[in-house]
């Protein structure tokens, strides 16, 4: 069937469809970049402005004890349901990179003797850089090894393992049952890394066991950029939860300005400092467009355009021209990974022509497809646009 007319039929099937209205996309730019940076919803600006005039403005310095200071609980409420999560195991605070830092450490006091951390050895940068001063810190050794390498590699000097659930590079999918249950049977502990399948795949963090887990909030939840990162820990662990930065948003009390600090109870002990209000309430906002979504109608319509678009790929372009990174079975996220010897130049001109994806050294062009807003005739129109470019690099 002709790939104009399989796009239209996809697209007129998609139960989600109705959702690319919600979003302050330009006229005429295909945007395939929502696994680096979510674009805006429309309803976000109008309630910032809100924010600015009413409760910033408005009531000054007494909105802290209007709903400021409990939005990083709010909030987390509102994600818990996209990771898996009951109530009361979710809290928004810092950044990504912070919440590592807090997790790895509170994994390694739960384990003590054990002096180890594996770290995913295709890791985003950030997660190593942090899980080397946590080794530094802690006295514990790092060992960087492929999640497929893990059997081999856990011991019983294993504290923790920090994992992606989704490869950023090639877009691969690991099996977080399979691997968590696998990193327990070794007695350590587990950190899942979920920048890149919140918001786009089925996560089930209470029913795997996973014990920590911390995702961003600016890639498929479209907090914008820089909005604040989430962390989960797990209900029986939360009592022991010990992070690493004693800051006053954690303090049981924290207006008491007692000089010892004192753990909150619960989630809450994972917060650190005062929270960035306007990014917090703008993400706030931005979640509300998850109300009566159901991710199981997500996850298919992300195969469902990741599959078209590497079958796009396939089709236009001339054979050998460009390799597919990512698995094309299930074992995928919601991005296609395809390798160009030209990769800088091809992305250059891509965006140039308003189709909007990355480029990750040496050679790898990245697509990101968010179900909320990216429809197959983006697919297929960024697939003619890469063969026209490809045909003349």
Not at 45 to 54: K, N, P, T
Not at 182 to 200: K, N
Not at 277 to 299: H, K
Request: hydrophobic share 45%.
């Amino acid at each position: 069937m002709d790939l104009t007319v399989r796009a239209a039929e996809l697209d007129a099937a998609d139960p989600l469809a109705r959702l690319r209205a919600e979003f302050d996309l330009p006229p005429g730019t295909v945007y395939l970049d929502g696994n680096s940076l979510g674009a805006p919803l429309r309803r976000v600006a109008d309630h910032v402005g809100r924010v600015v005039r009413e409760q910033w403005g408005g009531r000054l310095i007494r909105s802290w004890s209007e709903g400021w200071w409990e939005a990083p609980q709010r909030v987390g409420e509102r994600i818990a349901p996209l990771v898996g999560a009951a109530p009361g195991q979710v809290v928004v605070a810092d950044s990504t990179s912070v919440n590592i830092f807090k997790a790895l450490v509170a994994a390694v006091r739960l384990a003590p003797g054990r002096r180890e951390i594996l770290v995913d050895a295709a890791t985003f940068p950030t997660d190593g850089y942090i899980a080397a001063s946590v080794a530094e810190l802690t006295g514990t050794v790092l060992r960087a090894v492929r999640v497929d390498d893990l059997p081999a590699a856990l011991g019983e000097r294993t504290a923790v393992a920090l994992l992606n659930h989704v490869d950023y590079r090639t877009g691969r999918l690991h099996d977080m049952a399979a691997v968590t249950e696998l990193v327990h049977a070794a007695g350590a502990r587990v950190v899942w890394d979920l920048c890149h399948s919140v918001g786009v795949l089925p996560i089930a963090l209470d029913t795997l066991g996973v014990d920590l887990a911390v995702g961003c909030t600016y890639k498929f939840l479209n907090g914008g950029p820089g909005a604040p990162a989430f962390i989960y820990v797990r209900r029986d662990l939360q009592e022991t939860f010990d992070q690493p930065l004693s800051g006053w948003g954690g303090h049981r009390e924290p207006f008491a300005m007692a000089p010892d600090y004192v753990p909150a109870e619960g989630v809450e002990r994972a917060r650190c400092g005062t929270p960035d209000i306007l990014s917090l309430l703008t993400l706030e906002s931005a979640l509300e467009v998850w109300d009566g979504v159901a991710l199981a109608d997500v996850r298919a319509k992300g195969l469902s355009l990741t599959g078209f678009f590497i079958e796009c790929v396939d089709e236009l372009l001339p054979s050998g021209t460009v390799e597919v990174l990512t698995p094309r079975d299930e074992r995928r996220g919601h991005q296609v990974s395809l390798r160009h010897e030209s990769a800088e130049t091809v992305m250059t001109e891509l965006i140039k022509r308003e189709v909007i994806g990355d480029f990750r050294a040496p050679d790898v062009l990245r697509f990101g497809f968010a179900p909320l807003y990216v429809t197959h005739a983006d697919a297929l129109h960024a697939a003619q646009v890469l063969a026209d470019l490809v045909a003349t690099t």
